[in-house]
C-alpha cells in the first residue's frame, strides 16, 4: 500500500521535470503544479521562478491554498505584479514551462477546457472553465501536463474542441502553424506518466508503483503500445518529508 497520495506522488513528479532558472507559470486551479515548484525550489531548482496567474512572484505562504488565485499567495512573496505584466512576458518569450490540465487531453497533447457533448446546435452538454490566454500554449517554451483523472472521458483520441495547441496533428504541425516552442513533453496522472513518442503521439514512460497495466490500458482512450512498461521511481522519503513539512504542512495534498 501507497504511503502518499495520487495529489503527492504526481506534485513529486512534476517537481522533478522542472530545472534550475525555469520561469515557470500555473492556471488558476493548480494546487499540484504549484507545490511542485516550490518543492523543486527546495530540493534541485533554487533559481526556479514560479508566478501565479495573479501574478504572485514566488510566494512563500505557511500552508498551500487550492485557488492559485487566493489573495494570501501574497503572504512573503517576493513581488506582486498583474496580469498584464505576465501576459507581456509571454508575449516576448520569457516563459519557460506552463501547466495545463483539460477536461479532455487528447493522444497528440491538445487540450479542451472549453466543454464537451456539442450537439447539432453547436452547445456543449458540458462546458468546462475556459482558457484565459490560449498564447501561453504557443510562446510558453514546454508545457507539463497533469490530470487527477484517468479515465477515457479525459484521456481521448481527439479532443471536441481546441482550447489550447498540443502537437496539434502530429510531427512538424506546430511549426507548420509557426509555433516555435517544443511543446507538450509529458504528462503526468495518477497512473503513469506519458511522453510523447517520435510521431508525438502519447506513449506511457513509466507506470506508477502499484499499477495494474490493465488499468491503464482500460482507462486511456486512445491506443497506446503493450511492453513491459518500466516502473516510476517512488517518491523518496526526503522528497514526501521536504514536501509535508515546509510545502504542504496542512496536508492539502493527502485531503
Not at 8 to 25: F, G, I, K, S
Request: glycine share 10%; charged share 20%; hydrophobic share 40%.
Amino acid at each position: 500500500m501507497n504511503s502518499y497520495s495520487n495529489d503527492e506522488l504526481m506534485t513529486v513528479l512534476l517537481a522533478r521535470e522542472l530545472r534550475n532558472e525555469d520561469l515557470a507559470v500555473t492556471g488558476a486551479s493548480s494546487l499540484v503544479p504549484v507545490a511542485a515548484c516550490l518543492l523543486a525550489q527546495i530540493m534541485h531548482a533554487p533559481d526556479l521562478t514560479l508566478i501565479t496567474p495573479a501574478g504572485v512572484v514566488n510566494p512563500a505562504p505557511p500552508r498551500l491554498y487550492r485557488s492559485a488565485s487566493d489573495g494570501r499567495w501574497v503572504e512573503g512573496a517576493e513581488a506582486v505584479g498583474t496580469a498584464y505584466d505576465l501576459f507581456e512576458m509571454s508575449e516576448n518569450g520569457r516563459l519557460d514551462v506552463m501547466f495545463y490540465g483539460g477536461v479532455q487531453i487528447d493522444q497528440r497533447g491538445n487540450i479542451n477546457l472549453t466543454g464537451t457533448g456539442y450537439g447539432t446546435d453547436g452547445r456543449p452538454q458540458f462546458r468546462g472553465p475556459g482558457l484565459a490566454n490560449t498564447s501561453f500554449a504557443v510562446v510558453s517554451k514546454r508545457i507539463l501536463l497533469f490530470s487527477a483523472a484517468h479515465t477515457p472521458r479525459t484521456f481521448v483520441e481527439k479532443v471536441e474542441f481546441l482550447t489550447a495547441a498540443g502537437h496539434l496533428n502530429g510531427p512538424g504541425d506546430r511549426e507548420r502553424h509557426g509555433i516555435t516552442t517544443e511543446g507538450p513533453v509529458v504528462c503526468v496522472t495518477p497512473l503513469v506518466t506519458f511522453e510523447f513518442d517520435t510521431e508525438k503521439c502519447m506513449q506511457v514512460r513509466s507506470i506508477h508503483p502499484g499499477v495494474d497495466p490493465d488499468d491503464v490500458v482500460r482507462n486511456t482512450g486512445f491506443p497506446l503500445r503493450l511492453a513491459s512498461w518500466p516502473h516510476t521511481d517512488a517518491p523518496t522519503s526526503e522528497e514526501l518529508s521536504l514536501l509535508r513539512r515546509f510545502v504542504d504542512p496542512s496536508g492539502e495534498l493527502s485531503a
